[in-house]
């Protein structure tokens, strides 16, 4: 059975929405405990680079169903990508890298940076300004690892010859680190997810997959266990919604529209709001919180809706296929 290609499946935007506020408080427990001290609880907040995880499963299965249910053609798909991706990140990458220049003691992780990877997100080293744009890197690499084998019409020939390059090949570099495998979780779950299959057992199978990493250390040399967890609980709970048995609130969804400003902007936000909220370990981490989710949001709906929705003026899109999974 298909989907309704008129539908948008909430429960992905949800899902982008949690993964990108797992990677806010991430970020936010070394500000907290620096500037705040520490507090019981905080710790936890140190597994939020799971959200990662979450993004790449979402992303390999988004890409595909998008793909797939418009019909698009290479140059479509290409555009599509630069618009969604690159568009957005480009005004947020060069101001991280004005301000990293001007004042290399802002940001907490003083990695070392580079223009070419800052203004292409291409798979080399030095990284980007933005630190969260190393994930950028290996979903723009993705995008063009897809791209090349689906319009080739090799696609599952080309992706099994990536999968056993990343299972065999040396793992020290983004083209072939196993974090990659993730996106190919995403891509498997929805093509039983546009065959209907699944079962509620996923369900638990997805929680006993997330206490074993608990119990083991749950520490990022294990994500994969995080990402297959993430991959059986989005397959189990997008077949829900689409049988009528979930609903998800719109403030979610709304939320999940904004992840993309969220993850770029929160790094920005963080430094100036811990700084500015004083040393009260609650209150600093309320205004945080509060400080990059508000900037989020204003993100969103006065540049990344607009930058979009002018690229996209030119194009007319019939109303039943205007939207797609996951906004992308």
Known sequence: MEPDSRRIINVLQAGRAIAAFMVLLHHAGPWVAKLGGHFHGLGIFGRGFAGVDFFFVLSGFIIYHSTVEKKRTLM???RARFRRVMLPYLPIGVLAALIYTAFPA???EADRWGWLATLTLL???PAPALTVAWTLQHEMLFYFIFGLCYFSGYMWFGLAVWTAAILLGPSGNIPLASINLEFLMGIAVCVLYRRGKGHWLLLLVSAALLICWVLLGAREEQRLIVGLA???LTLQLSLMERRGRITVPAWLV???????ALYLTHELVLPAAARLAGH???LNFAVCVVACLSAAVAYYWWVERRLIARKSASRVTPP???????QK
Do not use: K
């Open 106 to 108: 802002y940001p907490y």
């Open 76 to 78: 479509d798909y290409a």
């Open 123 to 125: 798979p080399v080293q």
């Open 320 to 326: 039943t296929t205007r939207a797609v999974s996951g």
């Open 230 to 232: 993430c991959a059986c």
């Open 254 to 260: 709304f939320m999940g529209s904004a992840s993309y």
């Open 280 to 282: 009260s370990r609650i």
